[in-house]
């Protein structure tokens, strides 16, 4: 089936540093990407739509300074957490929608976020 | 706005028993639905999914019954097992909306052995 890595997994920083989560599609071709967060026991929240080639679409409330996404491939979108708070520490979950099978989004691991 | 919610947020079964995740759904107009299960630390991991032109569909040990009438979906896991556990999501997708996908809250399901 299809797989999608998502690196790190888990990540700890200071507070003020930036942090980039990759999202890799390994057998198929995404055209589309989606980026979530996750708080514990809660659902997950659409962050972002990033499709590549072009600017990600980011959901009411979400700053785009602030989650910087970038889509440069059909096989790579990068999630950026700039100048990263202590409320930033959350559940970050990458899915990848296949090229031919739209329907079907495929998700990473996810990548636990700490900010000290 | 659209919302997937849930009925229980939690569900405790006897293995070898089956298991039914209710989800209710409020935008008549979804195209399409999934189920996911998410394990703990995890990211979710897709189970089965329906279109809207669907009412039922059965997968290896999973059924997903669909009623668009009350806008209810469900997920009936048969012979649940220990590996079961785990928090279900059911998810709508509005076709005309960049296929984005709407998340309920979550259902976790125990098994007891």
């Known amino acids: 089936g299809a797989v999608v890595s998502q690196h790190p997994s888990w990540v700890i920083c200071k507070s003020g540093t930036s942090v980039k989560i990759e999202c890799r599609s390994l057998?198929?071709?995404?055209?589309?990407m989606f980026w979530y967060r996750q708080f514990p026991k809660q659902s997950l929240m659409l962050m972002a739509t990033?499709?590549?080639?072009?600017?990600?679409?980011?959901e009411q409330g979400v700053e785009k300074d602030k989650f910087l996404i970038n889509h440069a491939s059909l096989t790579l979108s990068t999630l950026t957490v700039t100048s990263a708070h202590p409320e930033d520490s959350s559940f970050y979950i990458c899915?990848?929608?296949?090229?031919?099978?739209?329907?079907?989004?495929?998700f990473g691991a996810g990548t636990r976020l700490s900010v000290l | 706005g659209e919302s997937v919610g849930l009925h229980l947020p939690t569900l405790s079964v006897q293995e070898g028993d089956n298991s039914i995740i209710n989800c209710a759904y409020s935008?008549?107009?979804?195209?399409?639905f999934i189920w996911y299960k998410q394990e703990s630390g995890k990211g979710p991991q897709f189970i089965i999914d329906?279109?809207?032109?669907?009412d039922k569909r059965q997968g290896q040990r999973v059924t997903v019954l669909l009623n668009k009438t009350v806008k209810h979906l469900s997920l009936q896991i048969a012979a649940t097992q220990p590996g079961d556990s785990a928090v279900y999501f059911c998810?709508?997708?509005?076709?005309?909306?960049?296929?984005?996908?709407?998340f309920g809250d979550g259902t976790t399901l125990t098994v007891k052995p």
């Open positions: 935008n008549s107009a979804s195209d399409y």
């Open positions: 329906i279109r809207s032109n669907m």
């Open positions: 998810a709508e997708t509005l076709f005309t909306n960049a296929g984005k996908s709407t």
């Open positions: 899915s990848a929608r296949e090229r031919v099978a739209k329907n079907i989004q495929y």
């Open positions: 057998d198929f071709q995404a055209t589309t």
């Open positions: 990033s499709n590549e080639g072009s600017k990600a679409t980011y």
